[in-house]
């Protein structure tokens, strides 16, 4: 029957057809142009200053094909601005591609390594050859073709590795951020936020890097790499858009296959895998944000495979990323490549989820020339070798699937270098040296600690080490010092490996080093803050297990464990600390957007002060509740991220599940006010009433500044003794409390001290009584009194007098007992105390030099006699302590003149000259011997120093010894001594810092003036004339009259210039003001010293 129109015709069956089949041809003819037109103008809107790229098609042709078309034919890749770097061809060693089979494993794709390597006849050509630049928007997906640099790459896995039982964790289950990890941001231009959004995840990275570094080709062949890789990802919520991070790197090509079969028995038969289409693929440099623009949304719930083709560039100067050392071993040049990853390097090897909640599994294989040996994070599954088609030997190194880690911690490097090794609890542990570093032994002390280390961590926290193997490897020059990579640690070679003929604190230096960086395992690498604001829980605890494993671990510290934690940890941060510093251990949450200020938190504050809260925890804890703490908190948290509020909470669990421990608030309420406030508190005790109060500490300039909101207070565990008795912990919870047991009598043996063993982080001051019995005691029997606690009283009374918080008489006072004091350690305090260079910058000129060289000597001598026996006797090597302290107690018993000082200073250059010994008894006297020998001597030993200066290949040696060469007393030779600067062959970069070093000095000032009359015009032509304002500026250090300040102007003015000698003129009268403040001190001192001589 046919069909009735409106007008009432009938149509024949055959017309109804035909007019069906030509509407059908005309729609179908919209849709094509529709799609088309969308295709190619159609884009999401974009800002004008990112860099974009084309996916590249390439030729479906054999491998040796393939190579030769790239010869002939550039190829486009991902851009960055103008000018930033080379361009790139495709690497002619590329791997195979994977087959189109349909069999295989869907869980994760991993890369293959099977087949000949490609043509490498191009290798000697740069890496970036033929990289496009342009500044133009993201261009649309040129095709539906899914050729390119991954050409035949089926919508299958065949072959592929599978990943789904991990030891520790399935990638399959991995989190879904939480709220301090990156959120899912606005749609609309989300590259612009600095923070990654949370629509895309990633489980799991194949990543396969070749380091085309070879022995007998260092120059050419280590400025580049390439890579290849695989990133598994889940999707959270719905998006058309893929952010991740990368740097610097160039690509050629990018595909997402997707989504992967699910559901049961997805792992064990074949599907076929569809493709979504890369529409665009660009950079947003700002944010070092790569941005894949996709013509399907993915779907909530599925899994996706990223992949990518790339290469990159190898840093020569910088050591993060993938950089290069070249250094000597056994009589030749090699080099290496190591990566450094933290804070935000990861982006500059592989693109990458580069934020540290955003952990995976990642399956890693490095190709690399057989020369070398490859090395990350897990041990070898793996060596193949693979040959090009010009028979070179390629070696093909994969390792064992990781756990789930952040990004920062993967490591890779690339080496030739020999390892001791050995077993702890079945786990191999290896360290990794230059080869002659090796052979001499240099690495057996790292290997002596580093087990057991890790031994007692576990025994301590209750929670194994994960990894199956641990690596420390030694970097000839590695500027972060030492980085925790999970199973591959990585140092300066300072810090690792001993020397032939080392120095006795080396010992110390590597042990707590290689301690921190292994307590990292546990804090940092099995559970990791969640963002930066919170990278004191990794590095304040790694802090805290250093001091606590070095004490361990050597018996001299163990004995003096309190006085090492305040030397080495505490006393740093306190004299940086103060109520209007705006620096706090942990921040707010805050979205970083730069790798600067991200490496700026890594700081004293989270490492020191970190560790200082942590150790004060511990303590009005107990160990017992505080561990627990731990281990809960470890184990819950392993394999993922924390925030400071987690630990709080597991610790308060245990605290919770136990009697004997009782705290006057939750751990949260307590230990927050340490983390989240700058500064630390001033307990003072009124021993008369027993009242004690808390106030800010506040530097003296800045107290005028105080306002309601600085009136902070904390809730702080004081720890107490009384007449000699430990008495209970008590807490002071609000800004003042009545402790009737602190009440004192007159009688003489009637005292108290408060903050025993230095636990707690704050400053304690007294009533004039309690300051006076404290005093009298330490006359008496200074024992009385721990040593530790004799620095931090000496410590705390000059901090206040300095800041006005009480007369510098009362601090004075604690240095009557000296003749008494036999420990080098505190000593050192005093003296650190005592000649501060503001207030002792004028001391020479001044009467109160031999009234403070008499008092000083007459309590020196018996403290020196003991350790210039050591000295001579070369028997420091079992006292850490002494060696931490005795650098400045030697520098300043020769400057006060002392004359067997100064003769062991004669004795110990003297038999360096005659090459019968050299200065080896500690780096800490070596500098001060150096200086006397020089300032003792004649044109002879300055000249003998000179050469030195000219044959060490040491740094560290040749800053010291430029500055040693400043300390001859004779005008002649430092005169001639800033000739020898201006020479730029002698000195080369180091020259400006030598017109300091001898303008620093008392006669050294008088001479620089005199050169500069006659040279001053040179000086600047060489250094530039802000190099004359810092010798000028250090010229004006001790003046302290109008006369001095006009006469220094006029000397500088013709050189300076008006404008700068206004600046000049502004610090000369700053200076001058200061020097007189300092002044009143100093006579408050010089009075003191009179009426205190015969003590």
């Not at 340490?674 to 009433?689: A, C, K, R, Y």
């Not at 020479?844 to 403070?852: K, R």
């Not at 200086?931 to 740094?955: K, Q, V």
């Not at 000195?987 to 000032?1005: C, D, K, L």
């Amino acid at each position: 029957m046919g069909v009735t129109s409106n007008s009432g015709f009938y149509l024949s069956r055959k017309v109804v057809v035909l007019t069906v089949v030509v509407l059908g041809a005309l729609l179908l003819a919209v849709a094509v142009l529709s799609s088309f037109y969308v295709r190619c103008s159609h884009s999401p809107s974009q800002p004008s200053d990112k860099s974009k790229t084309v996916i590249r098609a390439a030729p479906a042709v054999g491998l040796k094909q393939q190579a030769e078309a790239e010869k002939k034919e550039p190829r486009s890749s991902i851009v960055r601005a103008p000018g930033t770097r080379p361009s790139a061809a495709r690497p002619s060693w590329s791997w195979d591609h994977p087959s189109q089979s349909t069999s295989g494993s869907q869980d994760h794709l991993s890369l293959s390594t099977s087949g000949p390597l490609d043509d490498t006849s191009q290798s000697t050509s740069e890496p970036w050859d033929h990289l496009s630049l342009s500044t133009s928007g993201p261009l649309d997906h040129p095709s539906q073709s899914t050729s390119g640099p991954w050409d035949h790459l089926s919508q299958s896995t065949s072959g592929l590795l599978d990943h789904t039982s991990l030891p520790t964790s399935r990638p399959q289950d991995h989190p879904t951020p939480s709220t301090s990890a990156p959120q899912l941001q606005p749609t609309f231009e989300p590259w612009t936020h600095p923070r990654l959004p949370s629509d895309v995840v990633p489980l799991h990275y194949d990543l396969e890097l070749w380091v085309p570094l070879q022995p007998d080709r260092v120059q050419q062949s280590s400025k580049s790499f390439n890579g290849r890789l695989n990133i598994t990802v889940k999707c959270v919520s719905p998006t058309t858009r893929v952010l991740m991070h990368s740097f610097h790197l160039g690509y050629e090509g990018a595909t997402v296959l997707g989504p992967l079969p699910e559901g049961p028995g997805s792992g064990a038969e074949p599907r076929p895998v569809g493709q979504v289409v890369v529409n665009s693929l660009w950079e947003f440099p700002k944010t070092e944000y790569l941005v894949m623009e996709l013509r399907e949304t993915l779907k909530p719930g599925r899994r996706y495979v990223l992949q990518f083709v790339y290469s990159g560039l190898v840093n020569g100067t910088d050591k993060d990323g993938f950089f290069r050392n070249v250094y000597s071993d056994q009589g030749k040049n090699r080099a290496l490549i190591a990566s450094q990853l933290e804070p935000s390097y990861a982006r500059r090897i592989f693109p990458c989820f580069d934020e540290p909640a955003m952990k995976a599994t990642f399956n890693i294989t490095i190709v690399h020339h057989p020369s070398y040996v490859a090395l990350s994070n897990m041990p070898v599954l793996a060596v193949s070798e693979k040959e090009d088609a010009n028979g070179n030997r390629w070696m093909v190194t994969s390792f064992e699937c990781t756990p789930l880690m952040s990004t920062y911690i993967t490591a890779f490097a690339v080496c030739d270098y020999d390892y001791v090794n050995g077993t702890e609890r079945g786990k191999e542990v290896r360290i990794w040296a230059r080869k002659d570093a090796v052979a001499e032994g240099g690495a057996d002390f790292a290997l002596s600690i580093a087990g057991p280390i890790f031994s007692k961590l576990e025994d301590l926290l209750n929670v194994s080490y994960p990894l199956p193997k641990i690596d420390l490897i030694g970097f000839p020059i590695f500027n972060t010092q030492a980085m925790e990579n999970w199973g591959l640690i990585t140092f300066d070679d300072f810090v690792l490996v001993q020397e032939k003929d080392d120095h006795p604190e080396r010992r110390t230096i590597i042990l707590y080093t290689v301690a921190h960086e292994i307590s990292h395992q546990w804090f940092g690498n099995l559970v990791t803050a969640k963002w930066w604001n919170d990278i004191w829980l990794n590095e304040g605890f790694a802090s805290y297990f250093e001091y606590y494993m070095t004490k361990e671990s050597d018996p001299q510290i163990l004995k003096f464990q309190n006085e090492f934690f305040y030397i080495s940890y505490m006393k740093d941060v306190f004299n940086d600390d103060h109520a209007m510093m705006h620096r706090t251990v942990s921040t707010e949450v805050k979205n970083y957007t730069e790798t600067k200020e991200i490496s700026n938190l890594f700081d004293l504050y989270i490492y020191k002060k970190g560790s200082c809260v942590i150790r004060m925890m511990s303590n009005f804890l107990g160990e017992n509740v505080f561990l627990r703490g731990l281990e809960s908190y470890l184990k819950t948290f392993a394999f993922s991220n924390a925030e400071q509020d987690d630990l709080w909470n597991h610790i308060q669990m245990v605290l919770d599940n136990q009697t004997e421990v009782l705290l006057p608030a939750s751990v949260k309420t307590i230990m927050d006010k340490w983390t989240h406030q700058s500064g630390f508190p001033i307990i003072t005790l009124d021993v008369s009433t027993g009242m004690v109060n808390q106030q800010p500490f506040f530097l003296a300039n800045n107290k005028n500044q105080m306002t309601p909101l600085h009136n902070k207070t904390w809730i702080v565990p004081i720890t107490w003794t009384k007449s000699g008795i430990v008495q209970p912990l008590v807490w002071l919870d609000k800004s003042s409390k009545v402790f009737p047991e602190m009440q004192l009598s007159d009688l003489e043996q009637d005292w108290v001290t408060l903050n025993l063993n230095t636990t707690g982080y704050y400053i304690v001051n007294y009533d004039q009584l309690a300051w006076k019995k404290i005093s009298l005691l330490l006359e008496k029997d200074p024992k009385a009194i721990p040593a530790t606690d004799r620095m931090k009283l000496i410590d705390d009374a000059f901090r206040l007098s300095q800041h006005d918080y009480i007369e510098i008489e009362i601090a004075l006072d604690l240095t009557k007992y000296l003749a008494k004091e036999e420990e080098v350690i505190v000593w050192n305090t005093v003296l650190q105390n005592l000649l501060t260079s503001n207030i002792f910058v004028n001391l020479n000129n001044h009467d109160i030099y031999p009234l403070f060289k008499k008092y000083l000597l007459k309590r020196l001598t018996p403290m020196w006699h003991i350790y210039s026996t050591k000295i001579r006797e070369n028997d420091l090597q079992d006292d850490v302590m002494a060696v931490l302290s005795l650098k400045n107690v030697f520098g300043v018993v020769c400057w006060l003149g002392f004359e067997d000082c100064l003769q062991l200073s004669r004795e110990m250059f003297s038999k360096w000259m005659n090459h019968s010994e050299i200065i080896k008894n500690s780096n800490l006297i070596k500098n001060e011997v150096m200086c006397h020998g020089i300032a003792m001597g004649s044109d002879r030993e300055w000249n003998f120093l000179l050469s030195a200066y000219e044959n060490s290949e040491s740094e560290g040696n040749r800053d010291a010894i430029i500055n040693s060469l400043s300390c001859s007393k004779d005008p002649w030779i430092l005169y001639r001594y800033m000739k020898y600067a201006l020479d730029e062959n002698l000195f080369g970069s180091e020259s400006p810092r030598i017109f300091e070093s001898v303008a620093a000095t008392e006669v050294g000032r008088l001479v620089a003036k005199d050169f500069l009359i006659d040279n001053w015009q040179a000086v600047m032509e060489k250094f530039g004339k802000e190099h004359l304002f810092v010798i000028a500026d250090i010229i004006a250090k001790p003046i302290s009259t109008d006369a001095q300040v006009q006469e220094l102007e006029q000397f500088f003015h013709n050189m300076l210039g008006e404008e700068t000698s206004n600046i000049l003129h502004e610090n000369l009268q700053a200076k001058m003001k200061e020097n007189q403040q300092n002044n009143e001190k100093i006579a408050q001192i010089a009075n003191w010293l009179k009426k205190n001589m015969a003590d």
